[in-house]
């Protein structure tokens, strides 16, 4: 009788706690889809991001994309248009020196014409008059005459059409002009063809 007193309060106590374990499990396979939503929800909220800057990003792509082509289009027009100038510069830049050489052909045309009216003396005059015209209209372009007055040699303006040997020098020395040299701007346009005279050679 008294065994079987004992046992009914330890089955209640057993039963007890087999409820409250129950519970718990109950309770935490509750949390669980709860923390699963959780986690659910953050990760979707990070491909919403995720998406969204892919969408700026495919933008940015296509707007940079435009922008180059643009840029691409602009430098090859600015090219055609630079080739086309260069090309009417090398065309036209003697325009305005070829306007004022008309001047001077003009003059020269008139006093061919006057050839057989006038005489030796005004036709001389005429041509002087000419000659003087062009010099000038070399010189404002910037054109200027190759020195020789000073009789020195100077291989870098002087080119040596006729060479003589002579006992009374002792370097090189222009004797005669045979062509006018030309500088422009201080760069030699054409050398002035000369007759020079150097130190005879010892034949001993």
Same mark, same amino acid.
Request: no cysteine; hydrophobic share 35%.
């Given at each position: ?17 087999e409820?409250?374990?129950e ?5 935490? !396979? ?17 491909l919403?991001k995720r ?7 495919? !933008?940015?792509?296509?707007?940079l ?29 003697l ?25 030796s003396k005004s ?13 000038d209209?070399?010189?404002k ?6 020195e020789?007055?000073?009789k ?6 002087h ?5 003589e ?40």
């Open positions: 009788m008294v065994k079987k007193a004992e046992t009914k309060p330890l089955q209640k106590k057993k039963k007890e706690l409820d409250e374990a519970i718990e499990f109950i309770v935490e !396979k509750k949390k669980i889809p709860k923390q699963g939503q959780n986690i659910i929800k953050s990760l979707k909220d990070k919403k998406e969204s800057e892919v969408r700026f990003l495919k !933008k940015e792509n296509a707007r994309r435009e922008e180059n082509l643009r840029k691409v289009a602009d430098m090859e027009n600015l090219r055609k248009r630079l080739a086309r100038e260069k090309t009417e510069f090398y065309q036209y830049a325009s305005e020196f070829l306007k004022e050489l008309f001047t001077v052909l003009d003059n020269f045309e008139r006093a061919l014409e006057a050839t057989d009216q006038a005489s036709f001389r005059e005429g041509i002087e008059m000419i000659y003087k015209q062009y010099q209209l070399l010189k372009q910037g054109v200027e005459p190759v020789t007055e000073d020195k040699f100077n291989p870098r303006l080119q040596a059409f006729i060479t040997e002579s006992e009374d020098v002792e370097e090189p020395e222009v004797t005669e002009e045979l062509q006018k040299g030309y500088t422009l701007h201080d760069r030699l346009l054409r050398p002035a063809l000369v007759k020079v005279v150097v130190p005879k050679k010892d034949n001993k």
